[in-house]
């Protein structure tokens, strides 16, 4: 059976039009029978046969989005959690899974991923914080080296690139860590267990890495 | 590694393209959101948008410019011009916009930085500098920063005014030489290099492109993360490929995908 009901949740962050045109596009190419919804309801959420929680913005100030809409943590953390749907995360859509957010003040996240955002802290002084542009994927591990999520992406330093433009990143565990990027060190470039997946770039703004990444999702059965 | 990015201009007033695109056959040169696809097409890591609108009547042109080409392109988008207020950040961001340059009002008003920065983080928060040099040939070089298009001076050191901004909350600087700017003799380097010692964060390299050294000159003897040019591009003196072919063979990483 196909999902048919991909949910965007929009909680005032930024990038939603963006989110929502790149997934209409890859449903779109892919001819998939999948239904995307932009929508600031638990109740569609509490729904949907998957989720996606985009993010730009201040860690804190995103978390104070997402407490504001009416029951939407606890339809998250009933649709994700408990039932196992999948769920995408992107950039501070990811970060808020961690379970602390360091990033101007201490705000506490969703607790689904193990450690704490931080700052990115390259081991060459001369790379520049914020990390803003393309960068290469390089998978961690034998378990994720298949990863379903980057099925026909080539990754590796000679790979293709993704979209990044961040200032901090989570500092996982290492069996959450399904992929790093190489900035003066590995820096966590998707985070991930069971049916959780976020990503720290952008796939929305990643050309055709992204909407290879974004189909993937979509035909995704963790 | 992380690549040094190609970045095309667009000056856009009225929800038109100042002076037109014609590298490849457009059906209408003056578009935008045409011109935004044939660079999304031609691999340009990013794009940037300056409004230049000078009506308050067709302010809100440039939201529907934005928005349409998110539709068509997904790459990364900066938008400047007219940026007075957070309301106008959260705007051009809710339109499609990734990161929103601020120029004159973060002059007038450098708060206006930390209030964006603080709601929707460093990293989407551009502050644009045009600078002018204003030392004489046998003084140490001082540039300072200039508004309305060269003609007003400010009288603020650039140097300092990185340093308070990237204080501030600046996530990356779009630094322009008014000195050089058309005048296709390359970036003001030493300029660019000041500037990009001065900070942390990225320094955009802009104003004075007239060949493909050039770039390889703002990323190598400048110091900047990304270089931006419009006519070269516009006007199809060169291709985005065969400028990042160029900065290749340079041995400068860029992205070919």
Known sequence: MTSNLVTIIDYGSGNLHSVAKAFERAVRDANLDIQIEVTSSADRVAQADKIVLPGVGAFADCRKGLDAVDGMVDALEENVIQKGRPFLGICVGTQLMAQRGLEKETTNGLGWIKGDVIEIMPDDPKLKIPQIGWNTIDLVGEKNKDHPLFNGIKTGPEGSHAYFVHSYHIAANENEIIATTNYGGPVTAIVGRDNIIGTQFHPEKSQKLGLAFITNFLKWKP | MLKSRIIPCLDVKDGRVVK????????DAGDPVQAAKAY???????????????SSDNRSIIFDVIKETAEHCFMPVTVGGGVREVADVRKLLNSGADKVAMNTAAINRPELVKEAADKFGNQCIVVAMDAKKVSADNEPDRWELFTHGGREKTGIEVGEFARKVTALGAGE????????????????LALTRYVADSVRVPVIASGGVGNLDHLVDGIKLGGAGAVLAASIFHF?????????????DAGIAVRLD
């Not at chain 2, 999304?40 to 000078?54: K, M, R, S, V």
């Open chain 2, 20 to 27: 037109g695109v014609s590298f490849v056959d457009l059906i």
């Open chain 2, 40 to 54: 999304d097409a031609a691999g340009a890591d990013e794009l940037t948008f300056l409004d230049i609108t000078a």
């Open chain 2, 173 to 188: 600087i779009l630094l322009t030489s008014m000195d050089q700017d058309g005048q296709k003799n390359g970036y003001d």
């Open chain 2, 236 to 248: 199809g003196t060169f291709t985005i490929g065969e400028a990042k072919q160029h900065m290749h």
